[in-house]
């Protein structure tokens, strides 16, 4: 059951509305049917008449309130199939982890907030406290508990909290750390903002898609590609016309490499490296992630072994390295086993509900990738020694992975023991 009123519920924020954003949310948690209650019907109606395909499973029909949202309103269009019910404001924005959290509740439970961040206080200023923190206006409701409520929905939430009647989730003692960023990031909730704050909302929104542990070169394109990102999401471009882009591109960079076009195969996949960067923050953005979109990864994997390849028959065919493919062999072999470790560490990590720690982060921004390849081709071919690009590059990712197989193991053993998982307990 969705709350939204015309024209809070409306407002772009990073190209579309809170609304729907909410809806393309639920349907990424699996909800498969939603009513909104709105007074302004046909505004609401008329904003969902259009396609959109990252919430076309979710079911809508939109009925008409008049005033404030009463309980018995919610009751009489209650499923009657379904104990618990999850009521959300349309009008606020809402981290999908919060929404998972509180989908995975067994009772009637509201989702508040005890401790606001500092830099989210003033998009939060004119919620009301209640005696367990401010309710950011979802909560998963029993049949039986709303039954018994009357009157205006605020208050019977905020009755409930009080009498206890209500479970309280409290954001403020969440778990920071998230797993698909890999950083910590305290999960967020915020009603629309007036004007004059806005922009301080589009920047909550465009710091949560921003990836932790990154390399020099992602670090180089962070500014770039947050400035670039937050104008294109509010174009048609699309994420898969991104990744489509930046994929061309990439094919187009390893016959470059593989004729002895360096320069230009250079400045080419700089460019990629930024929109390969740009694609799924887009997605995670405007919630338009897809299982599809995985794919882009075995491209990113096809490309960490094609240009070294198509390096090492240039500078094979041109005279320049005898030995090419001997590299080319322990280059790939060393990315095969780095490959495996960085994904026994990043299971650990999930595991245990923890950052990625001092070392792994060090390993990550100066480890064998392939935007550090590129810098390390630049700067070969500057010195006039290209052919010696490829030497370091296998030796370089050889050394990533002696560092990196060690480490996974001993992370996946400390894993197993439950010590992050312990950590994270009596942190709260």
């Not at 924020?13 to 809170?18: D, H």
């Not at 929109?275 to 897809?290: I, Y």
Request: hydrophobic residues 45%.
């Amino acid at each position: 059951m969705i709350l939204a009123d015309g024209p809070t519920a409306l407002v772009e924020l990073c190209g579309i509305s809170p609304l729907e954003r909410l809806l393309r949310t639920l349907q990424r948690c699996g909800i498969r049917r939603a009513t909104i209650l709105s007074s302004t019907p046909e505004a609401i109606s008329k904003s969902l008449v259009q396609a959109s395909w990252p919430r076309a499973r979710v079911d809508v029909r939109v009925c008409h309130h008049p005033n404030e949202p009463m309980v018995e309103q919610i009751v009489a269009l209650w499923p009657k199939a379904d104990p618990l019910l999850l009521v959300v404001r349309g009008d606020a924005v809402f981290d999908i982890r919060l929404v998972r959290l509180l989908l995975a509740q067994k009772s009637a439970t509201a989702l508040v907030d005890s401790s606001v961040p500092e830099q989210l206080e003033p998009l939060v200023a004119s919620v009301e406290k209640t005696n367990a923190g401010k309710w950011s206006g979802a909560a998963l409701l029993q049949y039986d508990w709303a039954s018994e409520q009357r009157g205006s929905l605020n208050k019977a939430v905020r009755a409930g909290l009080d009498e206890r009647s209500l479970a309280a989730l409290d954001v403020a003692e969440q778990p920071s750390y998230d797993s698909t960023l890999r950083r910590k990031l305290r999960p967020f909730w915020f009603p629309t903002p007036a004007a004059s704050q806005r922009g301080l909302a589009e920047s909550v929104l465009l710091d949560s898609v921003q990836k932790g542990s990154l390399d020099i070169p992602a670090i180089v394109h962070a500014p770039l590609e947050r400035f670039l990102v937050s104008h294109l999401c509010k174009t048609w471009i699309t994420p898969h016309q991104l990744t489509i882009a930046w994929i061309t591109l990439a094919f187009i960079t390893t016959a470059l490499f593989g004729t002895g076009h360096l320069i230009s195969g250079i400045l080419l996949a700089f460019i990629i490296g930024i929109l390969d960067g740009l694609d799924g923050k887009q997605a995670r953005l405007k919630v338009e992630t897809t299982k599809s979109g995985t794919l882009e990864h075995r491209f990113d994997s096809l490309f960490e072994v094609g240009w070294p390849s198509a390096l090492a028959y240039h500078f094979y065919s041109s005279g320049q390295l005898a030995k090419a493919f001997v590299y080319l062999v322990i280059l790939v072999a060393a990315q095969a086993l780095d490959g495996i470790a960085k994904g026994g560490i990043y299971l650990a990590f999930a595991k245990m509900k923890t950052p990625p720690n001092l070392l792994d982060r060090v390993v990550r921004l100066f480890g064998g990738r392939r935007n550090v390849y590129i810098w390390i081709l630049l700067f070969a071919v500057i010195l006039g020694a290209p052919a010696q690009a490829l030497v370091v590059m296998a030796c370089w990712q050889a050394a990533t992975a002696i560092i990196d197989l060690p480490h996974a193991g001993w992370l996946l053993y400390r894993a197993s023991r439950g010590e992050g998982s312990l950590q994270v307990s009596e942190r709260r």
